[in-house]
């Protein structure tokens, strides 16, 4: 038997990071191996889906890979819809990354964000209830996948 794959909930921040070509790109490769489970809501699907109207990254992301990296995310993807709503972070607007990998119990949140990556211990983790997880920047996450 095989071991468990490990579920994540990426943010925004680094699906940006992966299309500039950033060390994210190795994230996103895993996950379209099927080594990782990508576990999403509509809300953060939609997040990522209007990033290419962000004029900073509109100039510096040809469309074709956007869209490219977009269906691979979509294809990969388990969506869920969360039935509970945390208001944890500072910042409102990522309690949603929060909720996701609460509903779904994932190992870890991947993130770039300052708000969330401060909710963590010294552990780097975090508990929401009774679930406890991992919160990982984009480079530390990939040292544990090695």
């Known amino acids: 038997m095989g071991k468990r794959k490990i579920k994540v909930v990426i943010d925004s921040n680094v699906f940006v990071n992966a299309l500039l070509g950033g060390k994210s790109k190795e994230i996103f490769k895993q996950v379209d191996g ?3 489970g990508l576990i999403l809501s509509n809300d953060i699907f939609e997040e990522y889906s209007v990033l290419i ?3 900073r990254i509109k100039e510096r992301v040809d469309s074709l890979l956007f869209y490219s990296l977009l269906y691979e995310v979509y294809k990969k993807a388990r969506f869920l819809k969360p039935n509970e709503r945390f208001n944890i972070c500072r910042d409102g607007g990522d309690n949603k990354f929060l909720d996701v990998v609460y509903a779904s ?3 870890c949140l991947i993130t770039m964000d300052r708000d969330l990556l401060d909710l963590r211990n010294k552990n780097k983790e975090f508990r ?6 991992k919160i990982l920047r984009p480079e530390e996450f990939l040292k544990t996948t090695d």
């Open 105 to 107: 119990k994932a190992d």
């Open 53 to 55: 109207e962000y004029p």
């Open 128 to 133: 929401i209830k009774e679930h406890k997880f």
């Open 34 to 36: 099927g080594d990782i």
